[in-house]
């Protein structure tokens, strides 16, 4: 009975987890990837999740986007990138451990909730963002892997700011080098 039990919160918490993945969008591969949930089960719950709320929710296909260059290449993606880096440290989203599996490095149930926690937070603070929850995603992934990103503080405010891992210049927020995107 217990092990049934479990099994049963297990699997409602897959879905719950999916069914929140979908209203932020996310492409079916990624939320396959962490709820562990199967393409067809994805698919009826689409269904379900339509019909419900229709022209509530995009489903987008194709490729999810790939490139860590996207957040520190205008100043604007890297202030929110670095706002929802934060989010991500106080919520335990990104492992301290070092990541075995390049290519899936971190998901898991509650780890994603965790992840969507933070982005929920993140759209509060910045309502207009260009990171969408792929980029969270992407996001995440390229910070526990720690290739081509890492997490700086700023040599003035001591802000948390994403940088290229390559970039050797002193780091500095762009309120602190001065470099307040007009647009933003
Ligand atoms: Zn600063």
Redesign the pocket.
């Known amino acids: 009975m217990r092990i049934s039990d479990d099994r049963y919160t297990r699997d409602r918490l897959r879905l719950d987890l999916a069914l929140r993945f979908m209203r932020h969008e996310a492409r079916t591969h990624t939320i396959r990837k962490w709820t562990g949930l199967t393409d067809d089960r994805i698919r009826k719950l689409y269904r379900s999740y339509l019909t419900r709320a229709p022209g509530q929710v995009a489903r987008h296909r194709g490729k999810s986007p790939g490139q860590a260059s996207f957040f520190v290449r205008s100043p604007r993606v890297q202030q929110e990138a670095s706002v929802l880096a934060s989010l991500f440290s106080l919520l335990g989203v990104v492992p301290s451990n070092v990541v075995v599996d390049h290519d899936h490095p971190v998901p898991g149930v509650a780890r994603g909730e965790r992840l969507c926690q933070a982005f929920e937070a993140f759209l509060m603070f910045v309502p207009r963002a260009h990171i969408t929850f792929e980029h969270a995603v992407l996001l995440v992934n390229e910070l526990a892997r720690g290739e081509e990103l890492r997490l700086g503080d ?6 948390l ?1 994403v940088v290229d891992k390559l970039d050797v210049r002193d780091v ?6 001065g470099l307040q995107d007009p647009r933003a």
């Not at 700023?154 to 802000?159: K, L, N």
């Not at 500095?172 to 080098?177: S, W």
């Open positions: 700023c040599s003035v405010c001591e802000g700011v500095r927020c762009i309120r602190c080098a």
